[in-house]
Nanobody, 123 residues
Framework: VQLQASGGGLVQAGGSLRLSCQAFGGDFSSHYMSWFRQAPGKQREFVAGVAKRGGSTYYADSVKGRFTISRDDAKNTVYLQTYSLKPEDTAVYYC?????????????????WGQGTQVTVSS
């Protein structure tokens, strides 16, 4: 499975962006999908995840209530809708896919990664 992320950009604090991640090859619907992010000088961190068939969703406390993850299996795409962005949300955002229904926040649990898309939030 190859993942291609897009939708990042420069936005003012309080703004919003919708990130997309399209999968090519493999069986997208059989994978659990997540978004991670990595800010300069920091470790990569889990942001949000969605189970197969648009089931359960999971969020980091720092984005709960501001970000929404969703998936469209017909389009092989997972989305991250962001609202009320803050400067501390500035990071490279990565989509990732895994086949196990646990270890959502553990990078090593993921089998495939996208190339990342930059999100910059100005104050």
């Amino acid at each position: 499975v190859q993942l291609q992320a897009s939708g990042g950009g420069l936005v003012q604090a309080g703004g919003s962006l919708r990130l997309s991640c399209q999968a090519f090859g493999g069986d997208f619907s059989s994978h659990y999908m997540s978004w991670f992010r990595q800010a300069p000088g920091k470790q990569r961190e889990f942001v949000a995840g969605v189970a197969k068939r648009g089931g359960s969703t999971y969020y980091a406390d720092s984005v709960k209530g501001r970000f929404t993850i969703s998936r469209d299996d017909a389009k092989n795409t997972v989305y991250l809708q962001t609202y009320s962005l803050k400067p501390e949300d500035t990071a490279v955002y990565y989509c990732a896919a895994k086949q196990v229904p646990f270890y959502w926040t553990t990078s090593r649990a993921y089998d495939y990664w996208g190339q990342g898309t930059q999100v910059t939030v100005s104050s």
